[in-house]
């Protein structure tokens, strides 16, 4: 059980981590724009293990719990240390996986920013982690060394008030559990399991074929968008030009097949169509370099920008889209014009395009 929530676990964490050094670049982070498909399958992978630790967990202290009550309580300061780290351990992975849980169903009954509790919780619960691997090593060694023997005859004394249930059983139990946690939700990436994502609330088709996270009438943008007078300003230095939509549709387009990855693990591939952004930035001026600011019609809440690394930038499938799937961008989908970008997660792929700047 431990080997198998351990590593449930650890996937979860390196994938989350990932996701948010994505989101969150420290200098020295390098993330490339192929292949398009990568963040779909690392934030799949997050939720899917996130969600496949439920059970695994949950076996795994139904298993461990009468030692809770153990005598000493307290002790020597090495088994202070063995169960003050198990009790931080327990309680930051269960506010990890609940927490988890609840923002894929997007239900955030908290006050807190969920992105940064749950980053700053995985640290806490990782740290844990390996001290509770660390104090529990003899045991861990002495358990891999030796093949266990069931002895259903002779239940151990502290499970004496328990009916027995043998390690078997147990075991393949959690493991149906976790398998169909984890196809509860892996339909939201992986196309062919749809028909099993039942705990995967966003994996039914939206306008266009592609689901939508935040509609334009939630956002609040649906005038502006609509409006006659819209245009998309883009800058790069001392330089500045103003396009409308047909003045964005008269300059060559551009076909990209790319995904929309949510960090909540909902995925979805679409074609698009628009203008490449290295196209649009030439229309205005030289651009010689660096990352590349996104302002939405949204001016309110963190999804109204994003920042654009010179990697992505470059890239030929970086688009300013302005169809999805051979249609109109759908007004939730970003109507007049998106930014859709490879290998990026779906935060990033801001909609309803107001101002693109280079930055300095
Ligand atoms: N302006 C703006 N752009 C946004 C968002 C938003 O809330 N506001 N949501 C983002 C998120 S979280 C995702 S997953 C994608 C989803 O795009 P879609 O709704 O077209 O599928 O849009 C991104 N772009
Ligand atoms: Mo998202």
Redesign the pocket.
Known sequence: MGIALGSAILLCFGTGLLSHWIQHPPSWFWWPAHPVWLYRVTQGAHVISGVAAIPLLLVKLWAVYPRLFHRPIIGSPLRILERGSIAILVGATIFQLSTGLLNIAQYYPWKFFFPTAHYAMASVAVGALAVHLAVKLPVIRDALQHRLVESPTEPPADSSTRPHISRRAVLTGAGVAAVAAGLAVAGQTIPFLRWAAVLAPRSGY?PQG??????AA??G?GDRARDPEYRLTVTIGDLQRQFTRDELLSLPQTRARLP?????G?S?GADWSGVRLLDLLAAVGDYSGGDIRFR???QT?I??S?ILPQRHAVDDSTLVALT?NGETL?L???YPC?LIAPNR????????LSEIEVLP
């Open positions: 939206g592609v689901p939508v996270n935040r509609s939630a956002a943008v929309i990855a949510c960090v909540e909902w979805a939405s019609l949204e809440g999804y109204g994003s999805i759908d939730d989908h970003g998106r997660p779906g935060v990033l792929q801001t909609k309803w």
